[in-house]
């Protein structure tokens, strides 16, 4: 495995580290579980860091120097691939001949790494994009800078060069078609997974409800137990989306009190204004969390919103039982895992209609999607459900059993089968002329 900007061993939510931290670290643990042996290299950003971390058995993770190791911004890695591919190759050449038999490149960075790795080794290159520089320019939030001509241009060679390309949604899959020329007999849909052990309702509180179970888990985390909570779990950035929460709850407010009742989301009563609570830090710009506080205070709505550090997965699972709705407003996603994490705790997602979201929330069933980003129809949206006890509860049932089409020992599964496909197919391809 490459995932050369961001380190599977991260802390997702934060900088560069999200959701291909989880993807590259759980799918590689359910490899292993199927005897598969896992080497996952990453780019070193400390000099503490240990050169090699044995994750558990059967999946290692390599960190190699390439570049400064703090302070170096993700669009500057492109000028320290040439040390990464070298990092790599030496580590190979103390191995024995024939030590790898694949190499699956994570995001385009390292997918360019993968091209001449796999080459070198002569091994099927196998690549999942996770994103892509031309969707993401097509739908790119307000004030957002567009991805730059040399990613779009490395995406394509990465493209043209693979023996398999992996796909998280149908809808995935074609975008590599449409904007990639991807060949469509390379590509392969393989749905990530869920750990749906960690992530789970809460065993004594029914679903939608304010049991005693629920009331006690928000008083450990600090949250109201009468106060609706609108839970956002992700990287702070444009991207993302959070401020259009912060946007939307400044128009329930000002609904709230143009109804003459202060706290309720609509006229004749309801529920409190919401309280937003946003787990994640700062993403692309050191400053984007003041940002976001800046933008609660601007449309007056800063006692209603709480941002909190990111947190690790069997603490998140706890806050996504103890909210009442799970909100992923980006931009683009080319899956949604964190949508598809808190269904699994019985928690209703509202979404917006884009990318893989569109495949993983399952609209009035499991949760909302939503058309557009704009801050009146998130409001109105939110409001609605979290004004309809009824409702809510019978999406928080759909939730958790739509999350369970979701598996990462499935996933490995396919992977695997992927793998063989692109090794009975590279012989072909390299003696094309």
């Known amino acids: 495995m490459l995932s050369v900007h961001t380190s599977p061993l991260d802390q997702p939510g934060t900088g560069d580290a999200g959701g291909m931290n989880v993807y590259v670290l759980e799918l590689s643990r359910a490899l292993a ?49 040439c040390a990464f591919t070298a990092g790599v190759l030496r580590a ?26 796999a080459d070198r080794w002569d091994v099927p290159l196998v690549h999942t994009m996770h994103t892509m520089a031309r969707v993401k320019n097509a739908a790119l939030a307000p004030g957002d800078t567009p991805e730059p001509q040399g990613r779009v241009i490395g995406e394509e060679q990465v493209v043209a060069e693979a023996d398999a390309l992996v796909a998280s949604t149908r809808e995935e899959a074609d975008d590599l078609v449409r904007w990639c020329a991807a060949d469509p007999d390379r590509v392969h849909v393989v749905a990530p997974g869920v750990d749906l052990e960690v992530f789970s309702p809460l065993a004594d509180a029914p679903a939608g409800t304010t049991a005693p179970a629920r009331r006690a888990l928000r008083e ?17 950035q444009l991207l993302k989306g959070p401020d259009v929460l912060v946007r939307a709850l400044g128009v329930l407010a ?54 909190r550090p990111p947190v690790a997965p069997s603490e998140l699972a706890d806050w996504f039982r103890a909210a009442d709705v799970v909100a992923v407003p980006s931009h683009s ?30 609209d009035d069933v499991s949760g909302v999607l939503v058309d557009d980003h704009s801050p009146w129809t998130w409001a109105a949206e939110l409001g609605a459900l979290l004004g309809d006890d009824e409702r809510r509860a019978r999406l928080a049932a759909g939730a958790r059993r739509a999350s369970e089409r979701f598996s990462w020992d ?23 002329p």
């Open 33 to 81: 579980r199927r005897g598969a042996e896992v080497e996952i290299y990453t780019r070193a950003t400390s000099s503490a860091q240990p050169k090699v971390v044995d994750a558990e058995p059967g999946v290692r993770v390599v960190h190699v120097p390439a570049g400064p190791f703090e302070g170096l911004d993700k669009n500057d890695l492109p000028g320290q691939l």
């Open 410 to 432: 499935r996933a490995a599964v396919a992977m695997l089968d992927v793998y063989a496909h692109a090794a009975k197919l590279r012989p072909s391809r390299r003696s094309a």
């Open 254 to 307: 000002d609904h709230a009190a143009s109804s003459g009742n202060p706290d309720a989301l609509r006229d004749g009563g309801g529920a409190a204004v919401p309280r937003l609570v946003v787990l994640g830090g700062a993403s692309g710009r050191p400053t984007a969390v003041r940002e976001l506080e800046a933008l609660a205070h601007q449309v007056g709505v800063a006692d209603h919103v709480d941002v």
């Open 220 to 236: 450990r985390l600090g949250l109201p137990a009468d106060t609706p909570v609108v839970l956002f779990a992700g990287r702070v």
């Open 333 to 362: 996603e080319s899956f949604g895992l964190v949508a598809a994490e808190a269904q699994a705790c019985g928690t209703p997602v509202v979404a917006a209609a884009v990318g893989g979201l569109r495949t993983v929330v399952v």
């Open 92 to 117: 190979e050449a103390h191995r024995p001949p024939g030590w790898y038999d694949v190499v699956h490149s994570h995001y385009w960075l390292s997918g360019e790494v993968g091209w001449l790795a």
